[in-house]
């Protein structure tokens, strides 16, 4: 299975500022994906990180909001940008390959107040 | 619209008991079922997953059950212990959509000694 890596584990951010949380993989991945997960409650998917060109969004999510990049098979980064304290959430990282298991990070803990 | 629906949302059960856990989806396009279980400050790890074409798949003390027809299926744990209180996540995706996963609300499972 895939080793994934994010950064930060945990962060305090204050209101309007951004921040952007880290992936990376130990091997290259076909599939990366950002969920979300607020206090309590299941994953929502935020978008498919596409190597090479701009993610793709699910309903309700936007680039402006949260930006993410994917310069290559093994890295992605995700932008929470202007939080909010509704914004406050476990951001997991999750990669695969077409048609198999699909593997989580620790995710990143985000509190914002 | 919540394509996956869980049940129940928190489950008590004794030590040695069975512990079934219970997903109904909508979506009959989805073809691939899997479980995963999350621990208080870790990521989802995948358990057991299952496609449409078997109608149960055992993995140790885990087994999923699939109802094709009725769509639905199910998690058991034999022998529960308390080392498998948790919150398990079903979820379903398909393959065309590039493995994107949705998720069912959660249960929360406590094993009792």
């Known amino acids: 299975s895939a080793v994934i890596s994010q950064k930060p584990s945990r962060d305090i951010c204050q209101r309007g500022t951004s921040l952007t949380i880290q992936c990376q993989v130990d091997s290259q991945v076909t599939m990366m994906f950002w969920y979300r997960q607020q206090p309590g409650q299941s994953l929502t998917l935020i978008a498919t990180?596409?190597?090479?060109?701009?993610?793709?969004?699910e309903s309700g999510f936007v680039i402006d909001k949260f930006p993410i990049s994917r310069p290559n098979l093994t890295f992605s980064t995700l932008t929470v940008s202007n939080m909010s304290p509704e914004d406050s959430s476990i951001y997991l990282c999750s990669v695969g390959e077409m048609g198999n298991t699909i593997y989580f990070g620790e995710g990143s803990w985000l509190t914002v107040v | 619209q919540q394509q996956v629906k869980q049940s129940p949302q928190s489950l008590i059960v004794q030590k040695g008991g069975i512990s079934i856990i219970n997903c109904a989806y909508e979506n009959t396009a989805f073809d691939y079922f899997p479980w995963y279980q999350q621990f208080p400050g870790k990521g989802p790890a995948l358990l057991i997953a299952i496609r449409p074409d078997v109608s149960e798949k055992k993995e140790g003390r885990f087994t999923i059950s699939f109802n094709k027809s009725a769509k639905q299926f199910s998690l058991h744990i034999m022998d529960s212990q308390p080392g498998d209180s948790a919150t398990y996540f079903c979820?379903?995706?398909?393959?065309?959509?590039?493995?994107?996963?949705?998720f069912g609300e959660g249960t929360q499972l406590t094993v009792n000694p």
């Open positions: 979820a379903a995706s398909k393959e065309t959509s590039g493995s994107r996963l949705t």
């Open positions: 990180a596409n190597q090479g060109s701009e993610a793709t969004y």
